[in-house]
């Protein structure tokens, strides 16, 4: 029998006003979006909805950019509910979005998994900040490598961090970051690094590496400042069983266990976001349609080229893609 997975996008995929139609077109995406302003104690609206450069800066904020793309998500979702779709037969969601796959399948309170996003986002920018402070004694950066084999670029990660010697609290290191689609991975680390990483990729046979306009080394040891702060915070959050499977970016399995869902939320801080193997597993598990529900449609483009064109790929973030479904 045929399945559907759910798929959540994470950390740039925003856009400046994004949810304003929803909101105006909809009052269940209006009810979730107003709640959201009112659990946050700031109008994280009004920076959603802005127009021009401004507004696209203001988006790009860490600690703004997760609970916006959080709330937008299951403001699309609350929308699905309401237009009678059949639930998700499992869910994913990329980095950040993991967590509105939780909330979508009913693992975390709306209100909780906005908090914790939130705090989040404000962890990953104040490590980031200290990574770069004064001095700039460790600058992180991300780079996209294109047309290289997931072992050949981890061979290179490899040779950079190890050609680097020194202790571990010392050595520049790179690693992947997100195993995004075949012959697409992210890596991240020490910008250093990853600059000696990129050119090395590109000899060894890369069709190209492009820097990445990212604040910080995410999914790196980099992140370790943020971990202890997540902990304290993912500790007290309340976490159910989930209605349906929940694919975790760190193995790309599916898990139903509040307590391996909470340890993965923490994990995935360091580690990389297995997201094609997570398609893929889904892929083996039944799931033929995948609904990107939230901003832009990066997973949508992901999905096709990890899976092909024998999969039903659908989008539910624009008040038109909701239109068209409804």
């Known amino acids: 029998m045929s399945k559907t997975a759910y798929l959540f996008p994470g950390q740039g995929s925003q856009e400046a006003g994004m949810g304003h139609a929803l909101y105006e077109q ?29 507004a696209e800066d203001a988006l790009k904020q860490t600690e703004v950019t997760q609970p916006a793309l959080y709330a937008h998500s299951l403001a699309a979702m609350a929308v699905l509910e309401a237009q009678g779709h059949a639930p998700p037969d499992m869910t994913a969601g990329h980095s950040l979005g993991e967590y509105s796959a939780l ?66 609290a010392t050595r520049r290191v790179v690693q992947p970051a997100n195993y995004n689609a075949p012959g697409q991975i992210v890596i991240s680390g020490d910008a250093e690094a990853v600059e000696a990483a990129a050119t090395l990729c590109e000899e060894r046979g890369a069709r ?52 391996a869902l909470r340890a993965a939320l923490l994990e995935q801080l360091l580690s990389p976001v297995r997201w094609a193997p997570s398609l893929e597993a889904m892929h083996a598990a039944g799931a033929t349609r995948f609904v990107e529900v939230g901003a832009d449609r990066v997973l949508s483009g992901l999905a096709r080229r990890t899976l092909g064109r024998g999969v039903e790929i659908t989008q539910a973030g624009t008040a038109e893609d909701l239109d068209a479904l409804g």
Do not use: K, Q, W
Not at 26 to 51: K, N, P, S, Y
Not at 150 to 168: I, K, M, Y
Not at 225 to 247: F, M, N, Q, T
């Open 26 to 54: 909809f009052d269940e995406a209006r009810a979730r979006l107003d709640h959201a302003d009112e659990v946050l104690g700031f109008a994280l609206t009004e920076i959603m909805f802005g127009e021009g450069e401004e």
């Open 103 to 168: 909330a979508a399948a009913g693992a975390v309170a709306f209100e909780d998994g906005l908090r914790v996003v939130r705090r989040r986002g404000e962890l990953m920018a104040a490590t980031d900040e200290g990574e770069r402070g004064e001095g700039g004694e460790r600058p992180g950066a991300m780079a996209a490598i294109i047309g290289m084999e997931a072992e050949a670029l981890e061979a290179v990660c490899e040779d950079v961090t190890r050609e680097e010697g020194g202790s571990d």
């Open 208 to 259: 190209r590496a492009i820097s990445l306009p990212v604040s910080g080394a995410f999914h790196s040891p980099l992140m370790r400042g943020a971990r202890d702060g997540l902990a304290e915070e993912l500790s007290e959050l309340e976490i159910s069983e989930p209605r349906c499977p929940v694919y975790l970016n760190v193995t790309a399995e599916a898990t139903t266990e509040p307590e």
